[in-house]
């Protein structure tokens, strides 16, 4: 088959950068397509990532560009792939911008959409003092009073979490009432008290978390909000692949089933990184991204 690219990496973050890495230094005709939404662009920096712990994500993912640069057989860019068709052992793919490029085989690497509670002033702090990961945020708010907003057994899982960052946790339910009284002992018995009034809004002071407001107008001062938030997919390309996905999980509704070598149900077609987790991390992303990559240099190689 004659086709004008051997890879198609879809999205250029963690996952998609590393493996392009990965896919340039084996010299592999490769493009990568970056719609620029990055779920973690919006917090102030990456925590936990090996030499570069804090550094925005915005400038990681401008050195990964970079280092791709040096790569001959590896172009990157900006841009959203909208339809995948399968054709002539291959796939034909179309841009939003009206182009046309025919592929080998697809990484789908494109990150997942955060989906958190809607509640008023939380745009402004989410990805600061208002997170989803206390592995990745937790550092930053460590000793000082914060809250999990959370209902049922995840409010018990979330709040003993955070427990290791601070002594002064509190679990909201926004009125809810989904607590079992078993769970709200338990949680009693270790320190966290939970408030079951319903949330009016966030307040906040100089772009960071200062109380939460509640519908009968008092104030909890907290400096951190530990809020659950559901990953879907951000497109329908996966859909569109026919691939398969694993069942909901606590985290991603729509996480991307892959084989040990980061594979697809659907021939051609491997993930990697938050499309196919329940357990999102850019050191986990990097990882996944290089191994798709070396896997799909293998199945290039098994064409020869």
Request: charged fraction near 20%; charge should be negative.
């Amino acid at each position: 088959m004659n086709t004008d690219w051997e890879c198609l990496v879809v999205g250029g973050g963690a996952a998609g950068l590393s493996a392009a890495l990965v896919l340039g230094r084996a010299r592999r005709r490769t493009l990568v397509v970056d719609a620029g939404r990055q779920s973690n662009l919006a917090a102030k920096g990456i925590g936990g990532l090996l030499g570069h712990d804090g550094r925005p994500a915005a400038e990681l993912y401008e050195l990964g560009r970079k280092e791709l640069q040096q790569y001959p057989s590896v172009e990157v860019r900006t841009g959203e792939v909208r339809t995948v068709q399968r054709h002539d052992g291959g796939f034909d793919i179309e841009l939003a911008d009206g182009s046309r490029e025919r592929v080998k085989l697809v990484l789908l690497a494109m990150g997942m959409e955060y989906r958190p509670p809607a509640l008023a002033g939380l745009d402004e702090l989410w990805g600061g003092s208002a997170f989803h990961c206390p592995f990745c945020h937790g550092w930053e708010v460590r000793d000082q009073p914060l809250a999990v907003l959370a209902q049922g057994e995840r409010a018990m899982h979330m709040a003993r979490m955070l427990r290791g960052w601070s002594d002064d946790v509190i679990v909201l339910t926004n009125g809810t009432g989904e607590l079992t009284a078993e769970t709200r002992a338990c949680l009693g018995a270790g320190g966290v008290p939970v408030d079951e009034r319903p949330i009016d809004r966030l307040a906040t002071a100089d772009g960071e978390l200062e109380a939460v407001v509640f519908a009968d107008g008092s104030r909890l001062a907290r400096r951190g909000l530990l809020v659950p938030a559901m990953l879907h997919q951000r497109t329908d390309l996966a859909v569109q692949l026919g691939v398969n996905f694993v069942d909901p999980g606590p985290v991603s509704m729509e996480a991307v089933e892959v084989d040990a070598l980061y594979q697809t149900s659907a021939p051609g077609v491997f993930a990697a990184g938050d499309v196919c987790t329940q357990m999102p991390q850019v050191a986990a992303a990097v990882a996944a991204g290089s191994a798709a990559a070396a896997s799909m240099v293998r199945s290039l190689m098994e064409e020869i």
